[in-house]
């Protein structure tokens, strides 16, 4: 029953019209601009009304993006539609095939304010040589929403666009708000017959529709846009007069007159869309108080100017009239603002009855011979007819025409410029106000100009102002003699002063030789656009100068001369430069003092010992080669594992950028180059000489005092022990036992030898920290050992590099995130395994962990990816033998941490030099076809 409702009232509605013969607009090849005339369009006004539509401020600012706003506004529309029964698409083809359509002997259909949806339907066909045309279809009118449905001959909808002026500026297809709306269509040769229905919910409800070349538009329209611009800027320019005029003569007249045409000047943007501009997508809700606004502060100003130019209290019965007319706007302001009711219509008929109200009075006062009112009467005509003929086209009574969209501008405008023609008399005592006001002006000129001579000579700034002619004025402050060195400153210029001898290049002067004379005596627009080129800092004879460029603007915004302040702040960058390198070395010492004293030595002569190969490899191999790269890379490699695991930040980032140095010579990115080499080698023993500078010097630490400490202890220890073996001859086992074990730990304590179990201790210290940066909780780990294992410094320091890129490699590759664990079914807290076992004079230690296991699968891919091994006989070990390959890596994203593909193949080699080796074992593979590894180290320990 419900979609019966709209079929009827098209039939009904059909009955009381009859067929028509409607024009097929054709396009050819030579189309630049076509209007639509009479004939063009048929119209089909619906039988039901659509409200204005009321939306919640609250909810409708509450929306976050444009488009959920654009999407609220367009729901509500069909909403509506759908509430009152509107005819669909379907419903109109029915109704344009029935003949039911009327119609249209207007160019322009207008049907005032009728708050109902229009049908509107256009017939195109293109009927040039190419296959398709672009073009693009103009509409302009009140055009709350409008939709443009395209069917071809058959009745096949092609295409569907939308919009409205109460939607966001940024979903219009065109986001100009000066122009309503440019939809742009493409036109096949092929297709014959387009039909275009149009449906427009406005009030009032017209339609302009023209159609234009592809990019037509936008040309024609550029002297619209010029001829806009000087005419706002024409009226901000009578306002600003007048209210200067105001600010002279404390007339209240003047500024009544000024509040009238400010608000006429915001009801004008709103008629011509250009509000839209500064609430881009919040019209819908702003639109009703700015109408309400303009429209009655404009009628409440221009009361009260009426009141006062003509003198009305001379003319008590006319003052009441008057005065009741403003208290009716006030009121009809706040019902409007308090209601939802559509102000367009109550505030359009109050308009004309108060313009027509006025129109008797000042005829009236113009036949008893007053002057003031004939000056208003004829400039009051101007406007009151062009609103009049607006407002009757707008509520339809008379046929809309283009000429009638800028009638009420040019009223506007002209009644403002008769008016302030009109107050000709009264200018006349202005301007003798205005010769006392400039005759004090001069005196306070004068007065300041001998007070800034005298702030010039004892500001302790240098401060110079530069003329036109590109040279520096005369007046410049005492002090910037005493900054440049220079006593002959005024009528030079200050490139050939002092500019020429700073740090900046001849391309620098020719940039601000060009700013300064594309500034002077032009738009201050240009300096603000090219003062980016001006520098602020330069350094001029040993000394630091900060230079500050402002531009002096006349009324007329050009810029006049330009004002230059110089300072000199040489001891402010030297102040600054000594904090930054005191904070540095805090921050250093911070890193020396949390290493315990022995262990920051041993580190620094490691990292000296390594340094001393790294330079020797360096020096003896000017061409380079893999083998030799290879050795330098494995030192620095090396030495930054150690530098993260103490936590010395500079030297692990100085580290990091050497080898990245050495990977892209390896990678062929750059080739060899032992100059860049021997620098990158220099910079990070900078920062190791720096460290060890600032424990001895700065701190006072002694690698000698903390030998010669050691020492005395182990000659206590040796005496102790040579006492303990006299008394253990009387056969006492215990004694004995213990004797046995101070002999054994005795290689330890002297430094010559460390335990392998304590190593790995330190290692494990590590874990916190390394968790942390990764963003996981801190993994348990497990230590067996089977005995009590030394080792030589020399091993120890490779030992511990391998252990420490092994447990990396676990908390970064294997060890799962807390949240991944917990859904495999594993504890939050990761698991690392080391086990330490001896036989027959080789030691091995054996790494695993309880991570996600390595996907074969993806590391098989991998590996045949880059080809290292081909054939089909190869063995799972063989496939993981290349994690120790150089540059192999099967993580896809490098960190701090790892996953550079080199850290492998460095303590392989690493522990090749002493002796040892490294392999990976495959321990199992679990349900997700995953395989666990382990790694394992074998040494000699005799």
Not at 527 to 552: C, D, G, M
Not at 675 to 698: A, D, F, P, W
Not at 748 to 759: D, P, Q, R, Y
């Amino acid at each position: 029953m419900k979609h019966l409702i709209p079929i009827v009232c098209l039939i009904l509605w059909g009955k009381s019209t009859s067929s028509f013969a409607q024009t097929l607009i054709k396009i050819d090849d030579s189309l630049h601009h076509y209007e639509a005339q009479a004939g063009d369009l048929a119209y089909f006004v619906s039988p039901h009304q659509v409200k204005p539509m009321a939306v919640d401020t609250g909810e409708f600012f509450a929306l976050e993006t444009t488009e959920r706003k654009f999407q609220f506004l367009r729901d509500r529309y069909d909403q509506q539609y759908l509430k009152t029964g509107q005819p669909t698409l379907t419903d109109i083809i029915s109704a344009e095939n029935d003949g039911k359509f009327t119609l249209s002997d207007e160019a322009i259909p207008n049907f005032g304010v009728i708050g109902t949806p229009v049908w509107y339907h256009a017939r195109l066909q293109y009927t040039g040589n190419a296959e398709k045309k672009l073009v693009e279809l103009y509409f302009e009118g009140f055009l709350h929403d409008i939709t443009i449905y395209v069917l071809d001959s058959s009745r096949t909808l092609l295409k569907t666009m939308r919009s409205g002026t109460v939607y966001p500026l940024s979903t219009r297809p065109n986001p100009d708000p000066s122009i309503e709306f440019v939809f742009p269509l493409e036109i096949r040769s092929d297709q014959g017959e387009v039909s275009i229905f149009i449906r427009n919910n406005g009030s009032p409800n017209s339609l302009n529709f023209q159609i234009f070349r592809n990019g037509e538009f936008r040309a024609q329209k550029n002297v619209y846009y010029l001829l806009y611009a000087v005419y706002f800027g024409s009226f901000i320019a009578l306002i600003l007069y007048n209210f200067c005029i105001f600010l002279i003569s404390k007339e209240l007249t003047y500024l009544y007159y000024v509040g009238y045409m400010m608000f006429a000047f915001l009801f004008l943007l709103f008629k011509n869309h250009l509000w839209v501009a500064l609430f881009p997508d919040d019209n819908i809700v702003l639109w009703k108080p700015i109408f309400n606004i303009s429209i009655c502060f404009c009628l409440v100003f221009g009361l009260l100017f009426f009141r006062n130019f003509l003198r009305l209290s001379s003319f008590p019965r006319t003052d009441r009239f008057v005065k009741f007319c403003l208290i009716l706007v006030a009121t009809v302001f706040l019902y409007l603002e308090g209601s939802g009711s559509d102000p367009v219509f109550v505030l359009t008929f109050l308009s004309l009855s108060i313009y027509i109200c006025q129109l008797i009075i000042a005829t009236y006062l113009a036949s008893q011979k007053r002057k003031e009112a004939i000056f208003y009467l004829i400039a009051f005509s101007a406007i009151l007819i062009a609103t009049i003929l607006f407002a009757l086209s707008a509520l339809g009574i008379i046929t809309k025409h283009p000429a009638l969209l800028l009638a009420v501008e040019i009223g506007a405008f002209l009644e403002g410029f008769l008016l302030s023609l009109s107050m000709g008399e009264k200018l006349r005592i202005v301007n003798i106000s205005l010769e006392r006001y400039i005759g004090t002006v001069e005196e306070l000129v004068e007065s300041k100009t001998r007070h800034i001579d005298s702030v010039m000579r004892h500001i302790n700034h240098g401060i110079f102002t530069v003329l036109p002619d590109g040279t520096i004025e005369d007046h410049y402050s005492k002090h910037l003699e005493s900054v440049l060195g220079h006593s002959d400153i005024g009528g030079r210029e200050p490139i050939e002063l002092f500019l020429k001898e700073t740090n900046l290049s001849s391309d620098e002067l020719a940039k601000i030789d060009s700013v300064l004379r594309s500034s002077l005596n032009e738009l201050s627009m240009n300096f603000a656009i090219n003062s980016s080129h001006l520098p602020t800092e330069v350094v001029y004879r040993n000394k630091i100068l900060e230079l500050n460029w402002q531009s002096i603007e006349n009324q007329e915004s050009i810029t006049e001369k330009i004002l230059v302040v110089v300072r000199d702040i040489t001891g402010l960058r030297e102040l600054e430069h000594e904090t930054l390198l005191h904070k540095e070395e805090m921050e250093r010492i911070e890193e020396i003092l949390s290493i315990p004293q022995p262990v920051f030595f041993e580190f620094i002569d490691y990292c000296f010992e390594l340094q001393k190969q790294t330079l020797r490899l360096i020096k003896n191999n000017p061409k380079g080669g893999h083998d030799v790269l290879k050795a330098i890379f494995i030192n620095y490699h090396s030495l930054k594992a150690f530098a993260r695991s103490h936590q010395l930040k500079l030297l692990t980032d100085q580290i990091h950028q050497a080898e990245q140095i050495c990977k892209d010579v390896t990678k062929s990115i750059n080739s060899w180059n032992q100059e860049n080499m021997l620098t990158s080698y220099q910079k990070v023993q900078e920062i190791i000489e720096r460290y060890r500078y600032l424990s001895e010097e700065r701190l006072g630490l002694s690698r000698r005092n903390s030998l010669q400490d050691k020492g005395q202890a182990l000659e206590k220890i040796h005496l102790l022990i040579k006492t303990l073996e006299e008394k253990s001859n009387f056969g006492d086992p215990q004694l004995n036992l213990l004797v046995r074990e101070l002999q054994h730990e005795l290689p330890e304590v002297s430094g010559s030898n460390k335990a392998i179990t304590k190593i790995i201790n330190e290692v494990a210290e590590q874990i916190p920290s390394i968790s942390a940066e990764l963003g996981k909780a801190p993994s348990e780990i497990v230590i067996d050992s089977s005995g009590h294992i030394l080792i030589g410094n020399k091993e120890a320091q490779v030992l511990k590099g391998a252990l420490l890129h092994l447990l990396r490699n676990s908390l970064d590759h294997g060890i799962e995130p807390d949240e991944t664990r917990l859904l495999a079914g594993k504890s939050r807290i990761g698991k690392i395994h080391i086990r330490v076992s001896k036989d027959q004079g080789i030691t091995m230690i054996r790494f695993e962990d309880d991570g996600q296991g390595l996907d074969l699968a993806s590391f098989q891919a991998r590996v045949d990816e880059l080809g290292l091994i081909t054939g089909s006989q190869r063995s799972e070990q063989d496939i993981l033998n290349l994690l120790f390959h150089p540059g192999f890596t099967t993580k896809e994203t490098v960190s701090s941490i790892s996953g550079q593909g080199m850290g492998l193949a460095a303590i392989k080699s690493a522990l090749q030099d002493i002796g040892a080796s490294i392999s990976v074992e495959l321990q199992k593979q679990d349900k997700t076809a995953k395989i666990h590894l382990a790694f394992v180290i074998q040494l000699r320990t005799d």
